[in-house]
C-alpha cells in the first residue's frame, strides 16, 4: 500500500467516520480494498489504494452522486511533503508530471475547517503561478476531462491529484457559494436552494418547478423553505404549529395549516412535498413513503436528522426502506441523497420520477 496513493474525500468535519466507511464500501464493490485513514474532526479521508489504478477505478465508476458524506473527492497522486517556503510551487509539478492525461483546470482547497482556513491566503498567493507552471509543462490545457486538486494540509504539505470533472463537484472543496436572500425568513433556505442544485439537472429544474404548482412543506416554520418554492413560482400549503414570518404570508401564496405534519393529509395531490421535522429518520423516511405511495407528490425533499451514533448505517437503513417501497409499489423513482453544505447532523433526500 503506496502511502500517498489513493481517494482524497472532503466531508463535513466530524463525518470523518461516515464518510470511511461508505468509501470503503463502495470501493469494495468495485473490487478495490484500501486503508482509510479517518482522523477525527479533519475533515477530509484517506482513502490509500495498492496503487493509482485501484483508485482510478474506483473514481470512475462510482457515480460521485451516489455518495452520501463525500463532498468534493480526487484521485491522490502523491503528497508533496516539506514543501519549501520559498518554492512551494515545483515539486507539486514534478508530481503532476506522472499524470498523462493533463487537466482543464486547477483547483486549490483545504479541508473545511478553522485551523485550515488559515491556509487560505497561502491558496490564493499559489494559485497563478502554480496554473503558469502546469500550463508551461503542459499539464493544464484546455481540452481534458480532469481537474487537477491541491489540497493543503498545512503550509509545507499538500495532497495533489486529478479528479473527472463529469464526476465530482463543480465547487472549490464541494462548497457552493449561496447568497442569502435578504427577505428569506431562515437560513435554511439556503440548504434547499442547495438540495435543488445537488440534486436536479437543468432540464429536470425546468420540469420541476412551473408557475402555479403546488407544494406541501411539512415543518416549515418561520418558512424558508417555503419561500424557496413560492420564489420558483409555486403556491405553498406550509404545515406547522408555530408561525410563520408575516412578510411571507402577505405575498398571498401561502397558506398555514397549524396541525401534526405526519397526520396532515392533503386535499389533492401536489407536486412537492418537502419536510425539514426534527424527528426519528425513520419516522420521517416512513412518512414519505406514505405520501409518495399514496401519490400525494410528485417529488420530495427531505431531511434525515442524524443525532445518534451509527449515522452511516442509519442512513442506509433509511434509503433502503424508501427503494424497497417504491420498488414494492412499482414506482420507478430516482433517489438521491447527500449531506449538504448547508446541512448539520442530517443529509438531505430527494426523490422524483426517473
Ligand atoms: N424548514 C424551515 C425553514 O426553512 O424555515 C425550518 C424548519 S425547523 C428546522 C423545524 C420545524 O418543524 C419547527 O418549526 C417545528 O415547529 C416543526 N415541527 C416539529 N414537529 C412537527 C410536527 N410533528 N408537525 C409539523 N411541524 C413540526
Known amino acids: ?16 467516520t461516515e464518510c470511511a466507511a461508505e468509501i470503503t464500501a463502495l470501493a469494495r464493490a468495485q473490487g478495490v480494498e484500501g486503508f482509510c485513514k479517518a482522523k477525527p474532526e479533519s475533515a477530509y479521508v484517506v482513502f490509500q489504494t495498492a496503487d493509482v489504478e485501484s483508485a482510478l477505478k474506483v473514481h470512475e465508476n462510482v457515480a460521485f452522486t451516489h455518495m452520501v458524506f463525500a463532498r468534493q473527492w480526487f484521485v491522490m497522486l502523491g503528497l508533496g511533503r516539506d514543501l519549501p517556503v520559498t518554492d512551494r510551487v515545483s515539486g507539486l509539478v514534478t508530481g503532476f508530471s506522472t499524470w498523462a492525461h493533463g487537466a482543464a483546470e486547477l483547483i486549490i482547497e483545504t479541508p473545511d475547517t478553522n485551523e485550515a482556513k488559515e491556509l487560505s491566503a497561502l491558496c490564493r498567493t499559489i494559485e497563478k503561478p502554480l496554473e503558469g507552471q502546469l500550463k508551461r509543462a503542459g499539464i493544464l490545457k484546455g481540452k481534458s476531462a480532469w481537474r487537477a486538486h491541491v489540497c493543503f494540509l498545512s503550509g509545507s504539505a499538500a495532497y495533489f491529484g486529478v479528479s473527472v470533472v463529469r464526476n465530482s463537484s463543480a465547487w472549490r472543496m464541494g462548497i457552493p457559494r449561496l447568497r442569502f436572500p435578504s427577505s428569506a425568513p431562515s437560513r435554511s433556505a439556503l440548504k434547499l436552494e442547495e438540495a435543488f442544485l445537488v440534486f436536479l439537472s437543468e432540464s429536470e429544474t425546468t420540469r420541476a418547478f412551473r408557475a402555479g404548482m403546488r407544494a406541501v412543506d411539512l415543518g416549515a416554520a418561520p418558512g424558508g423553505w417555503t419561500w424557496q418554492l413560492v420564489h420558483r413560482g409555486l403556491y405553498v400549503t406550509a404545515v406547522d ?40 429518520p425513520r419516522r420521517v423516511a416512513g412518512l414519505l413513503v406514505h405520501w409518495l405511495t399514496e401519490g400525494w407528490c410528485q417529488r420530495t425533499v427531505f431531511n434525515l436528522k442524524l443525532p445518534m451514533k451509527k449515522r452511516y448505517q442509519e442512513v442506509e437503513l433509511c434509503l433502503d426502506m424508501v427503494r424497497q417501497a417504491l420498488m414494492e409499489a412499482e414506482l ?23
Request: with cysteine; glycine share 8%; proline share 5%.
Open 1 to 16: 500500500m503506496t502511502e500517498s496513493v489513493g481517494l482524497f474525500l472532503y466531508c463535513r468535519l466530524g463525518f470523518e
Open 241 to 280: 404549529n408555530g408561525p410563520m414570518d408575516e412578510r411571507l404570508m402577505a405575498g398571498g401564496e401561502v397558506e398555514h395549516i397549524r396541525a401534526d405534519g405526519f397526520y396532515y393529509r392533503p386535499a389533492q395531490p401536489v407536486e412537492w412535498m418537502v419536510c425539514d421535522i426534527a424527528e426519528k
Open 332 to 354: 420507478n423513482m430516482v433517489v438521491r441523497c447527500k449531506q449538504l453544505y448547508h446541512d448539520r447532523e442530517e443529509v438531505t433526500v430527494y426523490v422524483g420520477p426517473r
